[in-house]
């Protein structure tokens, strides 16, 4: 009786045993869940809080796996990495951004200031090419967004020195920001005029011009392109180391601005050295009876000017079959003047020669002749139209003039030029 009564107890007593054997191990399950649940949440957390840096540093070095399956990708997209770039600092640049310095109270903007800017000096690197392009640049609309103060540009075409720089500088004295300057000279060239002078860093890029060559057109095209450069330019006149001003800068300035027409000479020649030098080879772009000559020292406004710089129609023609006996300085401008701007030119030149005694050449004036009889004869000994209207100013420069005619010229300048005055 006893056994039998002792058997349900240590039943009871092997369930309940049975039963805290498994809370335990329900126990221990959960806290082992829980551990890995919290060790989940704490490395996200590290992850998203470390530095993109460090993060790629603790990879960098681990190895790929050498199994890891690559599909659906062709050989040719696969490409080693490139070599590190080294870039340079930018260029200084006028910039359309406002500048990034922290502890600037104002912000620099690119404004048409720096566009309509015109460096001190007229030196650059641009190639003829970059040159022509850059100067044929026009703008479509003709109301000025500023005010402009229309600049007359006078462009030397010379071999060397200026020997009447001191006459000129008398001339433009007092009128800065009315002019520029510009002087082709040989490349051979390379004494400096003076600081302070009016022609003190006014040498354009320049190559070598021959007397009755193709090249004194390349010459005359360089100097208008650069002086195109400066949009304030707006006539434009071409010299020579000979030249000399007649009149005084505001007489020639106001002339110059106000007239409404252009001063190429230009005119039909039917002899040996007029249509004799026209060539057969330059039909069917230029005829014979579109041939004209005239003096190679002209005075322009910027259309006109322009055109010129900017002709890919004539001036290839020119520069093949205009050489030799043809002399293209005679004959390519006033001939494209002619076709092109027939009634707004006068058809004459505003610098005065002497071609009385003959020859290829112009006479030259040596010191004795300067006087003031002839000097007054060169002012007004003569008529022609200026604005529709009759006048005796019909020559604002002359030339040719030996350099031992300074001395005198000098001492008539305030009473005959008016210089100052």
């Known amino acids: 009786m006893k056994q039998q009564e002792q058997r349900p107890s240590v039943s009871i007593a092997k369930i309940f045993k049975d039963q805290l054997r498994m809370g335990s191990l329900l126990s221990n399950f959960l806290f ?11 490395s996200s957390f590290l992850m998203n809080n470390m530095p993109i840096s460090s993060v790629a540093t603790q990879f960098s070095d681990s190895p790929l796996p050498t199994t890891f399956p690559v599909t659906n990708i062709s050989e040719a997209s696969i490409s080693p990495p490139a070599p590190p770039v080294s870039i340079p600092p930018p260029a200084p640049s006028p910039s359309l951004l406002p500048s990034s310095d922290e502890n600037s109270t104002t912000k620099e903007l690119f404004g ?9 000096d007229a030196m650059h690197n641009m190639t003829e090419e970059e040159l022509l392009w850059r100067a044929s640049m026009v703008p479509r609309i003709d109301e000025f967004p500023y005010k402009l103060i229309p600049k007359v540009a006078f462009m030397f075409l010379t071999r060397g020195p200026l020997p009447f720089a001191p006459l000129w500088e008398k001339f433009f004295k007092g009128f800065e920001g009315l002019y520029s300057i510009y002087v082709h000279s040989d490349p051979s060239f390379n004494e400096s005029d003076p600081q302070g002078s009016v022609f003190y860093g006014r040498r354009i890029p ?11 057109i390349e010459g005359e095209r360089r100097l208008l392109a650069n002086a195109l450069l400066d949009f304030s330019n707006q006539r434009f006149v071409l010299l020579s180391e000979s030249c000399i001003p007649i009149f005084n800068f505001t007489t020639i300035y106001s002339y110059l601005t106000n007239s409404t027409e252009t001063f190429v000479e230009v005119y039909d020649d039917p002899s ?7 060539n057969p080879q330059m039909s069917p772009v230029i005829e ?8 190679q020292w002209f005075e ?13 129609i004539f001036y290839p023609v020119y520069e ?32 005065w020669v002497d071609w009385s005694k003959g020859g290829p050449h112009p006479f030259m004036f040596m010191r004795t002749d300067v006087t003031f009889e002839l000097l007054e004869t060169l002012r007004s000994g003569s008529n022609c139209e200026y604005n529709g209207n009759t006048t005796t100013t019909c020559h604002l420069f002359a030339r040719k003039f030996h ?7 000098l001492r008539f300048a305030p009473k005959v030029l008016g210089f100052h005055q």
């Open 300 to 312: 322009m406004d910027r259309q006109m000017a322009i055109e010129i710089i900017s002709d890919r």
């Open 112 to 120: 048409l200031k720096d566009f309509l800017k015109v460096p001190d």
């Open 32 to 42: 082992l869940g829980f551990g890995v649940a919290l060790g989940i949440i704490v």
């Open 272 to 278: 040996p050295v007029g249509r004799g030098r026209y």
């Open 403 to 409: 350099p031992n005619t300074l001395d005198r010229l």
């Open 206 to 216: 320049s190559k070598e011009v021959q007397w009755g060559e193709f090249s004194l």
């Open 288 to 295: 014979l009876e579109q041939w004209r000559k005239g003096s």
């Open 320 to 351: 093949k079959f205009c050489n030799g006996p043809c002399y293209a300085d005679e004959h390519y401008i006033p001939t494209v003047v002619n076709l092109l701007f027939p009634k707004t030119n006068s058809n004459r030149t505003l610098t």
